[in-house]
């Protein structure tokens, strides 16, 4: 079994410790760019390197793995599919709804194995909450509520393709974190997300781009306080860019049988490495979790207390990438497809369900049905 990597990022550095720890060998990695393609392929010790998506796609690969910016899936995952190749694709698997169904039908016509990488699900406490959840430690859910905070876009930060609608799309936190958030709420709670409302806000649109870092254009700023126009600050010269993404979302949900929910996402709150949390309530009992302790689990019935479970050889971000590539390449060996990953049919409900945040956003926080 080979595998072969399109990208070099940070995405790709992490697909290829996972598949070593797997022992998949990796035979080919792309780049567009050839200095890129020739450093990681010498880093990683892949016997071959190219330029071109014809190339890869013409190698002995069998399973492609797609590390690129989002706006690239939908063309990179039609052209591994036509070469006969599986697929394991990066969130999210388009950044439009239709293209993304579209794509888990063609996957499904295939006969090939097509994943999601939504690693999340794999922390052992994950696992074990869905079971308790399952097993109706709770009982029925009727509120499912949460964050997901992430400190690396308060300014300054490192202008990348997140920020250019063309490869990131006209979303940022909610395709890059909520995706995740999403997979785990429905995932865990076992419940589907039927209607969203959203508001977005991008709290520093006017940036000073120097050395590829990003700055807040301090003279926009008061500008737009004081309602006059000020000179530019002396203090920082660059280029003046303007960003339209949102740095923070907060989303509320209706969630079938009645369940009511909530989120809030941001990528600029200082400290928060990486705090993705999840609490459920039910008609019995709560459970909840976050990804900065994800070897603790919290769950509670009235009266009793809060009881933590620790899982004290449990697992890591890096880790849950290796149980999830596991699972993933084993099904590719057996040929079949099955619940142990998340596929593309996974991709699309979540793709759908960005797509309807968006549309809440632009009507002014309607309710849309994600259905």
């Not at 958030?181 to 209607?195: C, L, N, P, T, V």
């Not at 926009?220 to 923070?248: F, M, P, Y």
Request: with cysteine; proline share 3%; hydrophobic share 40%.
């Amino acid at each position: 079994m080979k595998a072969g990597i399109i990208g070099t990022g940070f995405a790709a550095e992490v697909h290829m410790k996972a598949l070593r720890a797997c022992n998949v060998s990796v035979d080919v990695v792309m780049s567009q760019k050839e200095e890129h393609a020739k450093a990681f392929a010498k880093k990683w010790g892949i016997p071959k390197w190219v330029t071109s998506v014809e190339a890869i796609m013409e190698s002995e690969a069998d399973v492609i793995h797609i590390c690129t910016p989002p706006a690239t899936h939908g063309t990179l995952v039609k052209s591994a599919l036509d070469a006969g190749k599986h697929v394991l694709c990066e969130k999210p698997l388009s950044l439009s709804q239709t293209e993304a169904k579209d794509l888990a039908e063609q996957a499904a016509m295939s006969g090939k194995i097509c994943g999601m990488v939504l690693n999340v699900r794999y922390h052992m406490a994950c696992r074990r909450a869905k079971e308790l959840v399952e097993n109706g430690m709770i009982g029925r859910p009727i509120l499912i509520h949460g964050t997901y905070l992430q400190e690396f876009g308060a300014l300054p930060a490192p202008y990348d393709w997140r920020y250019h609608p063309e490869t990131g799309g006209e979303m940022r936190a909610v395709s890059e974190i909520g995706t995740h958030w999403f997979d785990i709420a429905e995932y865990i709670s076992g419940q589907r997300i039927k209607e969203v409302s959203a508001l977005f806000a991008c709290y520093t649109p006017h940036r000073i781009l120097k050395d590829g870092m990003m700055y807040p254009d301090k003279a926009s700023e008061k500008a737009n306080e004081t309602g006059r126009k000020v000179q530019a600050s002396a203090s920082l010269d660059g280029d003046k860019i303007e960003v339209t993404s949102e740095d923070a979302a907060i989303i509320q949900m209706k969630f079938e049988n009645q369940a009511l929910g909530s989120v809030v996402l941001s990528e600029v709150s200082p400290g928060r490495g990486n705090h993705l949390s999840l609490e459920i309530t039910g008609t019995d009992g709560n459970i909840w979790w976050n990804e900065e302790e994800n070897n603790q689990l919290f769950t509670a019935r009235k009266g009793e207390g809060i009881r933590k479970e620790v899982f004290a050889f449990g697992n890591g971000f890096s880790e849950t990438f290796i149980q999830m590539f596991e699972a993933f390449y084993q099904a590719v060996q057996e040929g079949r497809s099955g619940e142990t990953y998340p596929d593309f049919a996974r991709g699309a409900r979540i793709a759908r369900i960005c797509q309807g945040v968006l549309e809440s956003v632009r009507t002014g926080g309607a309710w849309i049905n994600v259905e």
